[in-house]
């Protein structure tokens, strides 16, 4: 997309505690600096477990340094009896501008249904954070519907409650490809983006559907970032296993 900034994501998922996280931002924000890296032009988020924000935004804030990012889930409740669970409220005091909501591996580990994901699309907005919303199909629901089908109707069930006007970026990262080496081809990712950014428009208005950025996720690398970033609707990626290789990521987030 041409006139939305690509946002190139790491979802850490759950590795590198606090100390790690802090030399690995420190090294990430350098290689990139170091790279002339034009961070207006290109944004990029880390998203780190819970219990590194506190030390990445302190490092992040104190450096002045360009990056963007926040936390991997939120409740969908603002505070109270909930043990174990993390309020939007709590990543806004910490400076998240973002969130990811409907992970495959919320969706899957955790039970989450799109009710659940809907909530917590809505919580995250409430506390002023841009939440990620991942969709995106298994293998079997490919072979049964086809790529889109799915995808189109965890956008749907999530946007359900949100108006239009809402500041949201969608991730679509088909199950098949997370962590499996086998990415979609850029074809396949610009072909469901497309359908996606169409129903954006039912749900959020013209207007916000053409700001919105659609990310592509699963199994993307240095190696195969630059494919996905010329299709028209693929505005970035979410990015797992890579995100955690400094030299990859690094390249990732200069792909052009
Ligand atoms: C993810 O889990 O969001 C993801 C895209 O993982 P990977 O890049 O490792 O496939």
């Known amino acids: 997309g041409t006139t939305r900034t690509p946002l190139i994501a790491g979802n850490w998922k759950m590795n590198l505690d606090h100390l790690q996280a802090i030399a690995f931002v420190q090294k990430l924000a350098w290689s990139l600096k170091d790279a002339r890296h034009d961070f207006d032009a290109v944004e990029v988020a880390v998203f780190p477990p819970f219990t590194d924000l506190r030390s990445v935004q302190t490092l992040i804030s104190a450096d002045k340094l360009p990056l963007k990012f926040g936390g991997q889930d939120l409740s969908a409740y603002d505070s109270g009896a909930y043990t174990g669970e993390i309020s939007g409220a709590f990543l806004s005091a910490l400076d998240c501008q973002y969130v990811i909501v ?4 919320r969706r899957t ?5 799109d009710d659940e994901v809907a909530a917590k699309v809505a919580a995250a907005i409430k506390h002023g954070l841009v939440p990620v919303l991942c969709v995106g199909e298994t293998a079997e629901d490919l072979e049964k519907h086809g790529p ?24 679509y990262e088909p199950v098949w490809a997370i962590g499996s ?11 469901v ?10 749900l959020i208005g013209q207007e916000s559907a ?21 299709q028209p609707n693929v505005d970035g990626a979410l990015v797992g296993g890579a995100s955690l290789d400094l030299t990859e990521f690094s390249s990732i987030a200069q792909f052009q």
Not at 109 to 113: R, T
Not at 181 to 191: F, H, K, L, M, Y
């Open 181 to 191: 080496g086998q990415a979609a081809t850029p074809e396949q990712a610009e072909q």
């Open 109 to 113: 580990l955790h039970n989450e249904g």
């Open 210 to 230: 053409a700001a919105t950025r659609i990310l592509y996720g699963g199994s993307v690398k240095a190696a195969n970032i630059a494919g996905f970033m010329r």
């Open 148 to 171: 889109s089908a799915v995808p189109v109707a965890q956008l749907k069930a999530a946007l359900a409650g949100v108006k239009d006007g809402a500041n949201i970026v969608v991730a």
């Open 193 to 202: 983006a497309a359908q996606l950014r169409a129903v954006l428009v039912e």
């Open 102 to 105: 409907g992970h495959s591996e």
